[in-house]
């Protein structure tokens, strides 16, 4: 039986204990779910406009996801119900053992280069506009509220410039998108040129902003005949 609107939870389980942290977000358009990781937990919502979807389309395209990640990370994981994971995680029970950013086994870098990998080869059919959009937000996020802050405008200039190609050029972006994406390119561009007028806004703020844009885009995709 099909569900309406339903979103679907799971716990990813290492089974050589470690911890890890993986966030990512991005929307699988052929088959109408968005997926969402944060920490070690994965949602599946539907996207579909008539809120119909299946769970066992969910529990598929959740093992697929799962299992590609494990292969870039290079290390086993399980999908489990978050029941069955609280079973395994409340004492007494073997405890995980928490590993250092800084571990060259588990480091930030090797997972956000897995995340990356793992949703390229998801989308390997996908949009391409919307695969680049996917990878530049994410150099945004990696940039933001570092010493390289000034990346994260680059990264979202980009993004930008990237569906401003895809429509033809700005105004028709702007038609389909809204003003929110001529807002994200102009906020970028203008720190990307260190223009004096003006307070630049927070990369925090843009990279919302560019967020937001690539939000419209995907429904533009999945509403597109």
Request: hydrophobic content about 40%; some cysteine; aromatic content about 8%.
């Amino acid at each position: 039986m099909p569900s309406t609107g339903e979103t679907f939870k799971w716990m990813l389980w290492s089974h050589d204990g470690h911890h890890f942290s993986v966030s990512d977000e991005f929307v699988v358009v052929a088959e109408e779910f968005r997926v969402s990781m944060t920490s070690n937990m994965l949602q599946l919502s539907s996207e579909a406009a008539s809120g119909m979807c299946s769970p066992d389309s969910a529990k598929a395209l959740a093992e697929k996801y799962v299992e590609t990640l494990a292969k870039h990370l290079v290390m086993p994981l399980t999908l489990m119900e978050e029941s069955e994971w609280m079973l395994r995680t409340t004492p007494p029970c073997r405890p995980m053992r928490a590993i250092s950013a800084n571990r060259e086994d588990l480091s930030r870098v090797r997972v956000s280069s897995a995340v990356r990998e793992a949703r390229t080869e998801l989308l390997a059919s996908a949009d391409e506009a919307l695969r680049r959009c996917y990878d530049l937000i994410q150099n945004a996020h990696e940039c933001m509220n570092t010493p390289n802050d000034q990346g994260a405008y680059f990264a979202v200039y980009e993004a930008m410039e990237v569906l401003g190609e895809y429509f033809g050029n700005e105004e028709k972006a702007k038609a389909v998108l809204g003003n929110i994406f001529k807002k994200a390119k102009t906020a970028a561009n203008a720190k990307r040129h260190h223009r004096k007028k003006g307070q630049p806004q927070p990369s925090a703020v843009v990279v919302e902003m560019a967020t937001a844009v690539i939000r419209k885009y995907e429904r533009y995709l999945l509403d597109r005949p």
